[in-house]
Every structure is written in C-alpha cells, then in structure tokens.
C-alpha cells in the first residue's frame, strides 16, 4: 500500500487527500453510503451498521449504531442512504420490511428515530429527495413503493407497479417530482409523487430483472440501468419513448450502477456474482473498461463516489468484509492489455481491419480513398478535446474493404433454404428435387452431388435413365459413369471373332442406362468384316458431338437386318487380353446374344457410329452383389467435408439429414454439431425462423434437439388485475374474468393473441396491427405507448 500514489483534490474551499486503502469489518457489507462533506461513510449490512471517519491514511470507527444485547432485526440492513441535506439524518431498509430513520444528533447511544412497518416483505432499497429534507422514498419485495414524509407516523403516498418486486427507486436530481423505479420483470417506471395512482412512463430495459439505476447527474434526462442479462443500458428519457442510446455488455449481472462526476460518459460498475471487479465504463466504448478495481477478493456490494464533484475517489464494501478507498489513478487499464489489432466480416462480405492509427501512416505506400470501393476507405477517429484523461485519446484508423454488391449476394443461400426438401419423402424424391433447386440457382456442382447421392443410396429400381440423364444434362461427359468412345480410332477389319469369350452357360445381365433422347439406328456401315487379325482396341476419348447426335434409331423399318444380325453360338478363342470389365460395345454384343433378349431389344442392338458415341453403363447388380452397403461412405463423408471447408455448411447439413443413418456414423458427434450450430445462425441472421426451427427438429445431436425447448414458457398477467396468471386456460383465478379480451373489438381471442408486456393489453393480431398504423397509444385506453415485435 505504501507505493500507491496520495491524491489531493481541492473542492471549493475543502480538500480531499487521501491514498488508495481499506479496513476490515466485523461482518459483510450490504450497502454503503458516504455523508455530503466527504469526511464519513456509513457501512450497513446483516450484522453490521457503523459510521467510520476517512482520514488521509485509514479509515477510523466513528460510531456502532447496532446497540444493545440483543439487536432487533431493525438493524440487519438491506440498504443504507445518507442524506445529502442533513448531515445527521439516515435512512435504512430492513429485511423485515421495515423502514428506519436514525437521527446522529441525539445525545442518547441509541440513534434510531422512526419506524415504518407498512410494507410486508423485504425494503430492497431507500432513497431521500435530493432537495426536501423530510421526504423519503423506498422500494420493497412486495412490489409497493411508499412515500414518507419523516413529520408524520404514516406514509403519504402509495405507489403499485403491478409486479412482484421493486428492485431499486432513485428521485431524479433535476426533475422535482419525478422518481424512477426498476422491476423483476424488466421493467422501469417513471412515476410523479403527486400522482400516485398510475406511473407517467414504463417500458422493457432488460431481458430480466432490472437491478439498479442512477440518473445522471448533468444530463437530467439520462437514466442509467443494469441487470440480470449482465447489460448497462442508458436511455434517453427526453423523448416520447425511451430511447436506448448506449449499451455496455459486461460478464456478470449488474448490481450498481454509479455515474462518474465531473465525466459524462464514464460510469461505474459492480457485480452481483462470480465477478468481484469493480468496473469505470466509457460508455462510448462499451466492450473494454476504462478501469479496474481488483482489490475484492469477494464479490462488492456497494460502491459510491466519495464527493458528488470528485471524480478520483471510490469507495466500495464487500462481502469480503473489507471497506477500500480506491484512487483513480492506481487502477488498472485494460485498454492497455488489450489487442490493438482486429478484423471482422460483415454479413455480406465486406471486411474491417482496425490498427494503430501510427502503423497504418507508417505505411507510405497505402493512401485513404474516400468513396472508392476498390480501395480501403480510413476514417480517424477524432479526438474530444474536453476529454482530460490520456489513455483515451489514443487515436485508431480503420480500414474497410468491401465486396462488389452482386458478388456478395447472398439469394441464392435464402432461396436454397426456403426450397429444399429434407424429409417427408423417398431419397430418390428428395436428392432429385434438391438437385432441381441447385441446378435452377445456377449451383451445378451441388446439383451433381445431388445426382450421385441418388445413384449412389438409391436401390435399383429407382433410378430411371430419364431423370438421371435429365438432371446430368448436356456437358457432362467428364462424369466417371460416361464412357466416350471415338470410332475413327477402331480399325475397319475387326471382325466379330475378336470380341467376346463367352461359354454357353455363362449369363451376366447388366443393366444399361441410356439417354431417353438419344435413338439409335442400322446401317449397313456398321456390318463387321469377317476373317481380320487386327485386334480390337477400344479408345476412351471425348464426346466431340451432342448428345442428340450420338444415337439414332430406325423406327420405320425395325425388322430390316434382323436375319443379317445372328452370330454363333459357341466360343471363339480371344485375339487378345479382355478386361474384367468389358467396354459398352461388348454389353450391347452380349445382350443381343443372349437367349432372354427379346426381338425388339435385340433390334436396337445395332449401332452407327456418327463421329463418336457416349454411353452410360451403371451395374447395379455389381453394386449390390460386390459391394458392401457402406462402400461409398468414406468418399461421401470427404465430400461433406470438402463442402464445410468451403464455407457452405447448408449443403453439408442438408446432406445430413437426407442421408440420416447411412452417413452419420462416418462424422463425429462434435463435427455435426458444429455444423448444425452454424447453419443454424446463418438461417437466424437471414430471419429464416421457421427453417432454422425445422433444422433443428430434424437434426440427431442433443445438443442440437435441445435449442428450441428454451425459453418455451410465456408468463402473462391478466388484463384486469394484473396479477399473474397462475390457472391452466384463460379464466383469471383472482378476479375470475377472461384475460384473452381483444381491447380492440372486445371479444374473445380465440386465434393468434398478441398482447403488450408493459401494460398487458392485446387482442387479435390483425386488430393490434390495425390500430398502430394509427395510434401509438394502447387501444384499451390506459395511455400507454404500446410496442410489439
């Protein structure tokens, strides 16, 4: 400690010296609050309630205002303020639900002075007007909020905000009558003292109970707020509706909020749980603090600034049992542990890169273009002169690259999403209609997956040449499956002996698969020539002609070589090796020697050749009689894989699905689920809920199953008392009305039922949507400024 810097700060004619330093306390702290002279702090809690002096180089006990043997819950603290008017004067929130003034000038050891006990359950929070001495102001767990005035026994006004918890009030330092008050619910209302029956303002701050607020105290309409949802938000309370203007994303919920003096956008923050940090946020800048305090080693209850003018010093109490006096200028700054360097991708493909403005000058070469889009556009940020502090003058350029609009289009994946089938049907339905949609988007590659995966899990029967030829199209004689045959290459004098080597018991049927478009036709060019020794050698080449050139077909004249095309019955010994595998040529040879070839078959047999001719040859029956069922798993996980790799998860998701059982053992569960996790967010981004929500209904990981069970329960109030519904249906248990009235036509909802979560009125969607092309008020008449998602 003695290496911390001693402040002094000079406040009109007082000074404040001091060094960063703590005390230990008897017991926990609770909350807090420092006198208007800066000289004492009031520490209250459980079992605590003391008055401690801050001298220059510790804190000295002043005064214990938990007397007698046996201490009454009256002085076991929730909340403590000290009034900023009367330096005698202090108030305390009990958590028996009692309200307790104590009055330092009386000469007697006990100082307690009146007590309150109007409210039924826990006071959460007390407050004095910043102006008028004898009013005082609290907030308690039974969701009533009571005004006092300190001259007479009873509370002056009483205050409903139709929820179960008030969780903070605090008056507004310029407005005289106007006092905020925060909820479980999320809700913030603003309330007139002289109006005690109905709030002038609500609306939702938080997903979540709202902890904490503070006005601002330069800018009157400035209203600070922190919660559950580990979020500080600041809104703008001079317009019709509150307006969010700054929000801070912190790790932990949210349980005070102070505002810095002397500094507009700086406030300080402290944590419920798991984080013992107290925080100074720019709210400017709101993911990295300006400063930290780490002195805690438990989680801190109270913070407060000690002087309303004095921006360096903090004072703060724990649970750790420990009060510290934290000096500004001993804090750390994550700033400066922070990465100086970042680059992000926009949805659409445009990325920033952010640096030192002083190593982007340093480079001579780069120059700022403004309004170009082919080169980086810079933009410095400009420095506030009034800031006084020079770790946040630090100044940083930023360059953007964006894509060309057309190019980053993203239609294609929204329509691919909408289109797709992925359950419902036979796969062969599926992957033929999936194939359509890529092949329609221009997405050819996708399309062709598509087709494979259909010859490839499909049995036999399903395959038809015309909708495999179809979805192949025109160009795709690069296919494994298309073998392309040049016949210039084949010598003129092979004869018929060379072909085939063939017992006459053997039998091999092979299915073969030919484009329905092309037709095949005899000629006499095509007769074999007997007795030549020149061996057969079949050339794989390219197709040189179309499709529609490769086989044409005589129709006119079926049966006019029929007696010339007969060729023997036995053996002939070979000319030359034969692959395992014959070629096309030698199928269409055998099909036609064969004895369960019918005469029509056989008639078409007969080919001539036009410049050179393709066919498609697909054996099922060496698929299912060879392989086994799993052969092409590995070659289909690579290429899911492959499409991962290459940002395009809707197809490896997509693929998933159809498949389901035949290709979901060769992934690891770890894989899936990532891929699902980013498909998922992609459908979100595009505001595709519905086909996000059926991706995950159809998906196999739990922990994928498990995302649209959140957050499925809804917690409505009736429209009539308020009061949560607690009954199975729509009849309200409390005052036995019907909570479903649509406030516009005044029947019962029996379809879609929207309704506002501030004020809990609704009615039938169309009616709702109706009446807010025109009005922005509620249509029930109670005033309030209705918004729906």
């Given amino acids: 400690m003695e290496k911390m810097a001693r402040v002094t700060t000079a406040l009109g004619g007082n000074t404040i010296t001091g060094r960063t330093m703590f005390c230990h306390l008897d017991a926990p702290a609770n909350a807090i609050s420092v006198c208007r002279d800066a000289a004492q702090v009031v520490v209250a809690g459980r079992n605590i309630f003391k008055i401690y002096a801050i001298e220059e180089e510790q804190f000295v006990e002043k005064l214990n205002l938990r007397v007698g043997r046996k201490p009454s819950l009256n002085f076991s603290c929730a909340d403590v303020v000290w009034h900023q008017m009367d330096e005698n004067l202090l108030a305390t929130a009990a958590t028996n639900g ?60 009483t205050f409903s905000g139709q929820s ?28 007139d003292i002289r109006r005690p029956d109905r709030y002038e303002r609500m609306f939702t701050a938080h997903n979540g109970p709202v902890f904490c607020c503070d006005w601002h105290p330069e800018d009157r309409g400035w209203l600070a707020t922190g919660g559950r949802d580990k979020m500080v938000k600041v809104w703008d309370m001079n317009t019709n509706r509150a307006k969010e203007i700054y ?18 956008h700086h406030i300080a923050t402290c944590s419920m749980m798991v984080d013992h940090n107290i925080y100074v946020w720019d709210v400017r800048r709101p993911f990295i603090p300006s400063a930290m305090f780490e002195e805690h080693k438990d989680v801190t209850t109270g913070i407060v600034w000690r002087h309303l003018h004095d921006p360096y010093f903090l004072l703060s109490g724990s649970k750790d049992s420990t009060l510290y006096q934290h000096i500004f200028k001993d804090a750390s700054q994550p700033i400066d542990r922070a990465n100086p360097e970042g680059l992000c991708y926009s949805l659409y493909g445009d990325l920033a890169f952010a640096a030192k403005e002083s190593l982007i000058s340093s480079d001579s070469n780069r120059k700022p273009y403004i309004g170009d889009r082919r080169h980086p556009i810079f933009f410095k ?40 089938v992925l359950a419902g049907r036979p796969l062969a339905e599926l992957c033929d209609h999936n194939a359509a949609v890529a092949k329609e988007l221009d997405r050819n590659q996708v399309a062709q997956t598509w087709t494979m995966l259909r010859i490839i899990y499909s049995s036999p029967g399903t395959v038809s040449s015309a909708n495999l030829n179809h979805s192949m199209g025109k160009g795709s004689a690069s296919l494994p ?122 008639e078409t047999v007969s080919l001539t050749p036009v410049e050179s001719f393709s066919l498609i040859s697909i054996s099922h029956s060496l698929y299912e009689n060879r392989l086994p069922p799993d052969f092409f798993s590995p070659i289909v996980r690579d290429m899911l894989l492959f499409y991962a790799e290459q940002g395009d998860v809707q197809m490896a998701v997509s693929v998933l699905i159809v498949l389901g059982d035949r ?34 209904k159809l998906s196999t990981c739990r922990a994928i199953n498990c995302l649209n069970q959140a957050s499925t329960t809804l917690h409505i109030n009736c429209t009539n008392c308020k009061r949560p519904m607690s009954n199975k249906g729509w009849i309200c248990d409390r005052c036995r009305q019907c909570a479903s009235m649509c406030a516009v036509c005044h029947h019962v909802v029996k379809g879609l039922f929207v309704w506002c979560q501030g004020c809990s009125h609704g009615g039938h969607l169309q009616h709702i949507m109706k009446w807010l092309e025109s009005s922005s008020h509620c249509p029930a008449g109670c005033g309030h400024l209705c918004e729906y998602t």
């Avoid at 330092?173 to 479980?184: G, H, L, S």
């Avoid at 929000?247 to 003096?261: D, F, G, H, L, N």
């Fill in 381 to 420: 940020r400009k420095l506030d002169p009034t800031e006084q502090f020079e770790y946040i003058s630090s100044s940083s350029a930023l360059s953007v690259f964006e894509t060309d609009v057309e190019s980053g289009s993203m239609d294609w994946f929204v329509r691919t999403a909408k289109q797709y």
């Fill in 481 to 602: 499956l298309m073998n392309s045959f040049n016949m210039k290459d084949i010598q003129s004098g092979m004869g018929s002996e060379s072909r085939l080597d063939r017992s006459k018991g053997e039998s091999r049927p092979e299915n073969i698969l030919m484009d329905s478009s092309s037709t095949l036709i005899n000629n006499d060019d095509n007769e074999e020539t007997e007795g030549s020794d020149v061996p057969a050698d079949y050339l794989l080449g390219d197709v040189e002609g179309d499709e529609d050139e490769l086989y044409m077909m005589d129709h006119e004249n079926p049966h006019a070589e029929e007696q010339e095309y007969i060729l023997p019955q036995e053996a002939f010994p070979l000319r030359h090796e034969i692959v395992d595998n014959p070629s096309a040529l030698d199928h269409l040879q055998e099909k036609a020697d064969s004895p369960h070839v019918s005469g029509n078959e056989a």
């Fill in 164 to 191: 179960e918890s008030v969780r903070d009030v605090q008056f507004s330092i310029r407005d005289y009558f106007t006092f905020a008050a925060t909820f479980e619910n999320g809700n913030v209302q603003l309330w």
């Fill in 98 to 157: 009692v309200v307790v003034t104590w009055n330092l000038g009386k000469p007697s050891r006990n100082k307690q002075d009146q007590l309150f006990t109007e409210h039924k359950r826990t006071v959460n929070k007390v407050c004095f007007h910043p102006t008028e001495v004898y009013m005082l102001l609290s907030g308690s767990q039974d969701g009533y909020m009571k005004c006092f005035d300190l001259r007479k026994k009873d509370s002056v006004s």
């Fill in 663 to 696: 290709i979901r053992k060769e992934i690891d569960e770890q894989t899936q689920e990532h891929w699902y996790t980013s498909y998922i967010d992609l459908l979100q981004r595009f505001q595709l809920w519905n086909i996000s929500n059926e991706v995950i």
């Fill in 247 to 264: 929000c801070v994303q912190t790790i932990a919920s949210v349980a005070r909020v102070k505002w810095r003096p002397e500094c507009k």
